[in-house]
């Protein structure tokens, strides 16, 4: 068993819990590329932070690893250059909202109850 084995193997047994069993038998059987793209949990499935957070170090501890070639074909740069286009088209949809709304705004009109409701929202944040 190499170092990064014996140090998830303690993460996972450390942990607990459904996941780290999951990673760790993932990790058991060599699945090198199943276990570094195991899906992020997702936050409105969790009851409590702490358990979310737990479970979130142990699927997001491999996820920006560069391991050598021969336990995984994980890409670490084209997965960075992914996720960086994919949130900046997620800004690209959020500036377009708020510039509407904006302008919305200028000309006290509203398309939709949901808009004022946004306009309003902001407005308390500010």
Same mark, same amino acid.
């Not at 990064?4 to 058991?28: I, P, W």
């Not at 890409?75 to 960086?84: L, S």
């Not at 949130?87 to 708020?98: F, I, P, Q, V, Y």
């Given at each position: 068993?190499? $170092?990064? $084995?014996?140090?998830?193997?303690?993460?996972?047994?450390?942990?607990?819990?459904?996941?780290?069993?999951?990673? $760790?038998?993932?990790?058991?059987?060599?699945?090198?590329?199943?276990?570094?793209?195991?899906?992020?949990?997702?936050?409105?499935?969790?009851?409590?932070?702490?358990?979310?957070?737990?479970?979130?170090?142990?699927?997001?501890?491999?996820?920006?690893?560069?391991?050598?070639?021969?336990?995984?074909?994980?890409?670490?740069?084209?997965?960075?250059?992914?996720?960086?286009?994919?949130?900046?088209?997620?800004?690209?949809?959020?500036?377009?909202?708020?510039?509407?709304?904006?302008?919305?705004?200028?000309?006290?009109?509203?398309?939709?109850?949901?808009?004022?409701?946004?306009?309003?929202?902001?407005?308390?944040?500010?």
């Amino acid at each position: 068993m190499n $170092q990064v $084995q014996k140090f998830l193997t303690k993460l996972y047994r450390g942990a607990g819990g459904a996941r780290a069993r999951r990673c $760790q038998s993932l990790l058991d059987r060599g699945l090198w590329d199943e276990l570094t793209k195991e899906p992020s949990p997702d936050p409105r499935k969790y009851r409590y932070a702490n358990v979310l957070k737990r479970d979130r170090i142990v699927v997001d501890i491999l996820r920006k690893c560069k391991l050598p070639g021969e336990l995984s074909s994980n890409d670490t740069r084209a997965e960075a250059v992914k996720t960086f286009y994919s949130c900046e088209a997620g800004c690209e949809s959020t500036n377009k909202r708020l510039n509407r709304l904006s302008n919305n705004a200028e000309n006290n009109y509203f398309a939709s109850r949901e808009d004022l409701a946004m306009w309003e929202f902001l407005l308390l944040i500010d």
